[in-house]
């Protein structure tokens, strides 16, 4: 930042709180942290509006204009300043924009995002030095009150019961490919449209096999075919009221794969992948209070086991994992993580020998 004219304003998608006495800001939207002091409030606060770093000199005329303009700079390094129509300034009007009335609570999206996860840099015993020394919290809850006896655990002899029983999370597979039919049954028992409601106000809505809080169904979901017969290996987005698939592109690798899902190995045998993200505005336009942020989650943890128990029922080996690298994948889905953003990871392959 060389030019005085230049014109500043403070990010929106900013955060500031203390942390063992002290003083942090955040840009969510970009990830960066910085640690302050009480003035740094007041500069930012001077910077609601695009103003240059000469008009800061006369609003804070006791400091000299070398140590405000080093300051301005290192504002501007840290994310907390932005520099008027630069690619960081757009992001941060479209976060504010798409995210107006969950901001800022809704800033927990953004903030968790691209974590760095134990097993990327660690072994095993890194991980456990990592953990509290104290033991682990206990697995069941009992209450004091009067007890009530319950009937014997007998179910009758059903293959729901079985599928239920059955799902579990495989981590090996075999290297036979899945079939087109087979995929196509799951993504429409798992994410086809089943029906429509007519939701007064609201118009027609969607039914699927999961639920969805207001009947918004805000997921999406894209497969990575790698090991699918029929399917040339790509990323595709799958039109759930059509039942068709459209490729987006012929970028699928097992390595992908892996990167996608923060280097965990066994991802790289899977026959196909289920990209699951949300549409938010399809939720927000309904439901303004950030609680519903909480209702997208909620969304796709029942899609994600509707997934997991259809895919059990056509004999394959079901997985999920949350540990995923967001910007990769969104990235390659050509989606813009603001909008519509990665939520959840599904896979399955063909059972191994030891499934
Ligand atoms: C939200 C969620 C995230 C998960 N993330 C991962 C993951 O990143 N890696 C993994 O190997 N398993 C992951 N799992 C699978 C769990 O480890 C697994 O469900 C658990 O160990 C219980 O085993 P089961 O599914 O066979 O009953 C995840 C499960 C859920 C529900």
Redesign the pocket.
């Known amino acids: 930042m060389r030019e005085r004219t230049i014109q500043l304003r403070r990010a929106r998608s900013l955060v500031v709180y203390w942390r063992e006495g002290r003083l942090f800001f955040h840009n969510f939207a970009r990830q960066l942290t910085a640690a302050g002091r009480p003035l740094t409030c007041e500069v930012l606060s001077f910077f609601g509006e695009w103003r240059t770093s000469q008009e800061a000199q006369t609003h804070f005329a006791d400091y000299t204009s070398r140590s405000l303009f080093s300051a301005l700079s290192q504002l501007v390094k840290q994310g907390l300043l932005l520099v008027k129509d630069s690619p960081e300034a757009a992001q941060d009007d479209r976060v504010a924009k798409e995210w107006s009335g969950w901001l800022p609570e809704g800033s927990f999206h953004f903030s968790t995002k691209d974590a760095l996860?134990a097993h990327e840099n660690s072994s095993l015993a890194r991980f456990k030095a990592g953990l509290p020394k104290t033991p682990s919290p206990r697995i069941f809850k009992t209450v004091k009150g009067t007890k009530k006896t319950l009937p014997l655990r007998a179910f009758p002899d059903s293959e729901f019961i079985r599928v239920l029983m059955a799902?579990?999370?495989h981590?090996e597979f075999s290297r036979q490919k899945l079939t087109l039919e087979t995929l196509s049954q799951l993504l429409s028992l798992v994410w086809g449209v089943t029906g429509y409601l007519d939701a007064s106000i609201f118009g027609k809505l969607v039914r699927k096999t999961s639920p969805s809080g207001g009947a918004r169904h805000p997921g999406e979901v894209y497969v990575m075919a790698l090991r699918v017969k029929g399917l040339r290996p790509g990323l595709y987005h799958y039109h759930p009221a059509q039942h068709h698939l459209n490729r987006i592109s012929t970028n699928a690798t097992r390595d992908k794969a892996w990167r996608y899902?923060?280097r965990?190995g066994?991802v790289r045998n899977a026959a196909a992948l289920f990209l699951m993200t949300a549409v938010f505005q399809r939720t927000m336009w309904k439901y303004r209070h950030a609680r519903a942020y909480r209702v997208v989650l909620l969304d796709a943890?029942h899609l994600?086991q509707t997934f997991?128990l259809v895919a059990t029922w056509l004999g394959l080996a079901p997985?999920?994992?949350?540990?995923l690298k967001d910007t990769l994948i969104e990235e390659d889905l050509g989606i813009d993580g603001i909008r519509e953003s990665i939520l959840?990871v599904a896979g399955v392959g063909l059972p191994g020998p030891t499934s």
């Open positions: 996860y799902r579990k999370t981590r899902c923060a965990q066994y943890g994600c997991c997985f999920c994992t949350a540990a959840y």
